[in-house]
């Protein structure tokens, strides 16, 4: 049967799997206590979380999708030992993978797939407690466009018949929609989600320039556009570089499949093609329709877009 299911439906079907049982070994290495941080730069860790979290997914989908190029944002030492076998996911979720691939992606073949992979992201947040800012984002781009992604919620509890269930998995496909939550409206003052732990001047000056009701300071990139999802903040804003690929890419991918739009802060997209720099050198602005992307993109002053442009 799933030799039937064009190539985009079954890899995100793939990803929303994987993505759950990474979130569950984000949540084991908090339980056991021992996060072995790693400052990999300045304001920039790695715990063993995202180390084993990143081999969970990117040892799960290449040995299922060998021609599709996987990037991770961690540098791991250890990949060349074993993935534990209970690591390696080859389920699929049954919802995503009885989607109806849109015209435009059914020929994809997994040459013309990058896959951006932020195993953890929120890390400082992680470290610091903030746990329900923590994400695990998969990104599925296709020629240079996020088209698909995933972002889960490890952190995030529900009760489900009384139990408390942890986690969820947020999906998105570019013609389809997004599922695993409900979207909600956005609020009716400007609320502006931005960097918690990543601030620093030229963020700032973005961010005084908006004049928002309320200014939220959340960890991640996938923590912030949910927020957009779901009728908390009205624009995301990040003037400034440090993002990368792999924070944006999923998340770009399920706010554009739910009418939103990612750019940077000169209003431009990001390619996601496999040679394209890692940092998003010019920013980040989101909103969740083109209307507040626009008013946020007209309200940037202009001599903070040349200042981001010449870097
Ligand atoms: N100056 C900087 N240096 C390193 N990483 C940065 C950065 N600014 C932003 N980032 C990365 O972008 C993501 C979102 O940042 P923020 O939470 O500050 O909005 C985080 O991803 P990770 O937690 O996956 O590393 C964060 O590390
Ligand atoms: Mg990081
Ligand atoms: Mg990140
Ligand atoms: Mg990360």
Redesign the pocket.
């Known amino acids: 049967m799933s030799t039937s299911v064009p190539l985009i439906v079954k890899l995100l079907a793939s990803s929303v799997s994987v993505a759950n049982r990474a979130g569950k070994i984000v949540r084991d290495v908090m339980s056991k206590g021992e996060l072995g941080i790693v400052e990999?730069g300045k304001d920039?860790?790695?715990t063993e979380a995202?180390r084993s979290a990143q081999r969970c997914i990117i040892a799960s989908l290449a040995a299922q999708y060998p021609n599709i190029n996987i990037i991770g944002?961690e540098d791991n030492p250890d990949t060349e030992g074993d993935v534990p076998s209970d690591w390696i996911v080859i389920d699929t979720d049954k919802d995503v993978l009885s989607l109806e691939c849109p015209s435009s992606l059914q020929g994809v073949k997994e040459e013309d797939i990058v896959v951006w992979v932020?195993p953890?992201d929120g890390?400082s947040e992680y470290t610091q407690g903030f746990l329900e800012h923590v994400t695990v984002l998969i990104g599925i781009s296709v020629n240079e466009k996020p088209v698909a992604g995933v972002i889960h919620q490890p952190y995030y509890k529900t009760l489900i018949d009384g139990e408390k269930k942890m986690g969820r998995t947020i999906w998105g496909l570019q013609g389809v929609g997004v599922g695993g939550f409900t979207p909600a409206p956005p609020p009716d003052s400007l609320i502006i989600t931005t960097t918690r732990s990543h601030s620093n001047a030229l963020a700032e000056k973005g961010l005084q320039a908006m004049n928002a009701s309320q200014v939220l300071r959340v960890g991640g990139a996938g923590y912030k556009v949910l927020q957009l999802l779901e009728g908390v903040a009205s624009v995301y804003l990040f003037a400034t570089s440090g993002c990368k690929k792999w924070d944006t890419c999923a998340p770009e991918a399920v706010l554009s499949a739910a009418g939103g739009k990612l750019t940077d802060i000169l209003g431009n997209y990001y390619k996601y093609g496999a040679s394209e720099q890692r940092l998003n050198k010019t920013g980040v602005l989101a909103a969740v329709n083109n209307e507040l992307h626009s008013y946020a993109l007209s309200k940037i002053p202009e001599e903070l877009k040349e200042l981001q442009s010449k870097k």
């Open positions: 990999k920039d860790y790695q995202d944002e932020d953890l890390t």
